[in-house]
């Protein structure tokens, strides 16, 4: 299965991806990672207000297969989460990158906070076992 990496995301190697659109950060999954899980039974989110520690656990989430915990990719201040996808978790996989975002985080520091992530190349290699 052909699956899409979005060039204006960066990602990391748990598989977490943050689109960044200024100080503001939106955290989701990857297609590619929810694929893997197959059927989302559950998702836990931090509450507007809490603050994530990059590298730190941030958020959980189920499938019929496992439990995952998810990794912060930035620190800084959660300021919107996701609702309809605490409802509907099962519905995450139609649109990870778009309807099916996680959070929103407004940055701490901006300038150097995604120096450890990946580009959509390098993510796409390391998931499709490409050098």
Known sequence: MAFEYPEDLRYLDSHEYVRLDGEIATI???AFALDELGDIVFLELPEVGDTL???ETFASIESV????D???P???TVIDRNEDALASPEGLGADPYGEGW???V???NPED???DTLSAEEYRAQVEGED
């Open 102 to 104: 996680l959070i929103k």
């Open 53 to 55: 520690a990059k590298g």
């Open 28 to 30: 989701g999954v990857s």
């Open 106 to 108: 407004r940055l701490d």
């Open 113 to 115: 906070e995604l120096e």
């Open 65 to 68: 297969k496992a439990a995952e």
């Open 74 to 76: 930035i620190s800084g």
């Open 70 to 72: 998810l990794y912060a």
